[in-house]
């Protein structure tokens, strides 16, 4: 299971296209019926695309932009989001039990293992990414021995990932800088 997050921008520029068109269209009719001038001039409109052909330059220039803004959002919308759940090992105890979907949110994730991180001893902040394939923890620390903490960090973060069981375990990559602050 990895549930991917929507692609609701191209949806949501689409339909403030056809929604801004729509109420442009409702105005001038309504000010046409009720006798107004209406704020679009239909005449102006059909004066400018009257004299047109096909082969046109505005015309085949407008008809481009049409089809490429359309396989833009096009593509925008079929192109697979970032996992927003990263899923789980079916059976991490190995008690043959049946398959069960299982999954922990990329967010939970992250928060989970920066507490994790900064657990650790002469850390002073932490910061964490999570990536399908790749976790990068950069912590800082008030003292000189770096290498020292490093290591404490990352033995704490694959230790709590042996702990979650993800499907695919990531690849544990910490950096660690010295907090210039506290000097």
Not at 35 to 58: F, Q
Request: aromatic share 0%; hydrophobic share 45%; charged share 20%.
């Amino acid at each position: 299971m990895i549930r991917r997050s929507r692609r609701s921008l191209p949806a949501t520029l689409a339909a403030l296209v056809l929604l801004a068109a729509a109420v442009l269209v409702s105005i001038a009719s309504i000010q046409h019926l009720s006798g107004h001038p209406p704020i679009v001039s239909t005449t102006t409109l059909a004066e400018a695309v009257l004299g047109r052909t096909w082969d046109d330059p505005v015309v085949v220039t407008t008809g481009v932009l049409a089809v490429l803004l359309g396989l833009i959002l096009l593509v925008a919308g079929l192109l697979p989001g970032k996992p927003t759940v990263l899923p789980l090992a079916d059976d991490p105890a190995g008690t043959g039990a049946e398959h069960t979907d299982a999954g922990v949110s990329r967010r939970t994730l992250g928060k989970d293992l920066t507490t994790t991180a900064a657990a650790a001893d002469g850390v002073s902040s932490t910061t964490l990414t999570v990536g399908r394939r790749r976790i990068t923890a950069t912590v800082r620390t008030p003292g000189a021995d770096t290498r020292e903490v490093g290591e404490q960090v990352r033995a704490l973060l694959t230790d709590r990932l042996a702990d979650i069981v993800p499907a695919r375990t990531p690849t544990v990559r910490v950096k660690v800088t010295t907090d210039r602050r506290s000097r």
